[in-house]
């Protein structure tokens, strides 16, 4: 599941808001790029060797382009920090091809979008396609102050045309932060809730929302919660050492309980895709062809995650004692 590399051009960055740089990237040979669709994200490789995940922020009607937005995080291990500080305008850099972890649910029911912070990118570009097939929708958008919430602009726009669709929460103005429990606790149980934004919304979220439908509640990290997946048998019931063997190539690795997957797999100069490494990205998904993952992740589907068919290898383990894994 590891995507071939599309070499991108960055045709421009500019300051999307206070702390926040956008970046539009075309491709390398001028021709269009992958279709997406709304809540997709794509890794970027950096050329100092880190691969992070950025959302698409544009209209996924557009093929000329690909456009993210970039916080500076104050703890960066090195991702935001570097596109913050070097100017890669005209830069060619490696992308993957869109992958969506957080799909737009288009059946028509309504929409009631929570972002907080840089939260917004995905759900900016679902609203760009609600706009295109006529969705409602409804955004409550939590932001440090106006001048750190991006695309103010173009949701003011937005709001314009219909108000009461865009509602902001700027914490130096309102005094308190974006208060996800009450919107959740009123938005009607027929609309589809998403939401994205620092782990603290996301508990709060994931708390108030827990009796509502599953297929109704959606969610991305940007990084793990800080409770662990629910999906993770107990240590009991797991095998203390189990193999993982590559198709393809018959390698095969022993794996302590604990151990990472993909660490191990690293150690042993075995190369596969990742970025987070703690479960939220999806970009070292692989396909399992045999055995019994034990899921830890926060990106699969439950579904995706019934089927044993996929797994992530950062942070999930194994419940049988080998598992048969295809890195292509
Ligand atoms: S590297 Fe992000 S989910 Fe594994």
């Given at each position: 599941?590891?995507?071939?590399?599309?070499?991108?051009?960055?045709?421009?960055?500019t300051?999307?808001?206070?702390?926040?740089?956008?970046?539009?990237?075309?491709?390398?040979?001028?021709?269009?790029?992958?279709?997406?669709?709304?809540g997709s994200?794509?890794?970027?490789?950096?050329?100092?060797?880190?691969?992070?995940n950025?959302?698409?922020?544009?209209?996924?009607?557009?093929?000329?382009?690909?456009?993210?937005?970039?916080?500076?995080?104050?703890?960066?291990?090195?991702?935001?920090?570097?596109?913050?500080?070097?100017?890669?305008?005209g830069?060619?850099?490696?992308?993957?091809?869109p992958?969506?972890?957080f799909?737009?649910?288009?059946?028509?029911?309504?929409?009631?979008l929570?972002?907080?912070?840089?939260?917004?990118?995905?759900l900016?570009?679902?609203?760009?396609?609600?706009?295109?097939?006529?969705?409602l929708?409804?955004?409550?958008?939590?932001?440090?102050?106006?001048?750190?919430?991006?695309f103010?602009?173009?949701?003011?726009?937005?709001?314009a045309?219909?108000?009461?669709?865009?509602?902001?929460?700027?914490?130096?103005?309102?005094?308190?932060?974006?208060?996800?429990?009450?919107?959740?606790?009123?938005?009607?149980?027929?609309?589809h809730?998403?939401?994205?934004?620092?782990?603290?919304m996301?508990?709060?979220?994931?708390?108030?929302?827990?009796?509502?439908?599953?297929?109704?509640?959606?969610?991305?990290y940007?990084?793990?919660?800080?409770?662990?997946?629910?999906?993770a048998?107990d240590?009991?019931?797991?095998?203390?050492?189990?193999?993982?063997?590559?198709?393809?190539?018959?390698?095969?690795?022993?794996?302590?309980?604990?151990q990472?997957?993909?660490g191990v797999?690293?150690?042993?100069?075995v190369?596969?895709?990742?970025s987070?490494?703690?479960?939220?990205?999806?970009?070292?998904?692989?396909q399992?062809?045999?055995?019994?993952?034990?899921?830890k992740?926060?990106?699969?589907?439950?579904?995706?995650?019934?089927?044993?068919?996929?797994?992530?290898?950062?942070?999930?383990?194994?419940?049988?004692k080998?598992?048969l894994?295809?890195?292509?």
């Amino acid at each position: 599941m590891n995507d071939s590399l599309i070499d991108v051009l960055v045709h421009s960055v500019t300051s999307a808001a206070e702390g926040i740089r956008a970046f539009e990237l075309h491709a390398a040979d001028g021709r269009d790029l992958p279709a997406f669709t709304a809540g997709s994200h794509i890794d970027l490789h950096l050329p100092n060797g880190l691969v992070r995940n950025y959302s698409l922020v544009n209209s996924p009607a557009e093929r000329h382009r690909y456009v993210i937005a970039v916080s500076l995080d104050a703890n960066s291990t090195g991702g935001s920090k570097y596109l913050h500080e070097n100017d890669l305008q005209g830069a060619v850099l490696k992308i993957s091809t869109p992958r969506n972890n957080f799909p737009l649910i288009e059946d028509g029911a309504p929409k009631i979008l929570i972002a907080g912070g840089i939260g917004i990118t995905p759900l900016y570009a679902m609203i760009q396609r609600m706009e295109e097939i006529g969705d409602l929708w409804m955004l409550f958008y939590g932001a440090r102050s106006r001048a750190c919430a991006a695309f103010r602009e173009e949701l003011e726009a937005l709001d314009a045309k219909q108000p009461g669709r865009v509602n902001f929460n700027f914490d130096d103005e309102a005094g308190q932060m974006l208060d996800v429990t009450s919107i959740a606790v009123r938005a009607p149980l027929a609309a589809h809730l998403y939401c994205c934004g620092p782990s603290p919304m996301l508990d709060a979220f994931n708390m108030v929302t827990a009796n509502r439908m599953p297929d109704m509640v959606h969610v991305e990290y940007f990084t793990a919660p800080t409770t662990a997946s629910e999906n993770a048998a107990d240590a009991a019931d797991l095998p203390e050492t189990f193999t993982v063997e590559i198709a393809g190539t018959g390698q095969s690795f022993e794996v302590k309980r604990g151990q990472s997957i993909l660490g191990v797999l690293m150690e042993n100069g075995v190369y596969a895709a990742s970025s987070c490494q703690e479960g939220c990205c999806g970009t070292c998904v692989v396909q399992v062809l045999e055995g019994i993952p034990d899921h830890k992740d926060f990106v699969l589907s439950d579904r995706e995650r019934a089927t044993n068919q996929m797994m992530t290898i950062c942070v999930s383990g194994s419940k049988s004692k080998k598992l048969l894994i295809d890195l292509d």
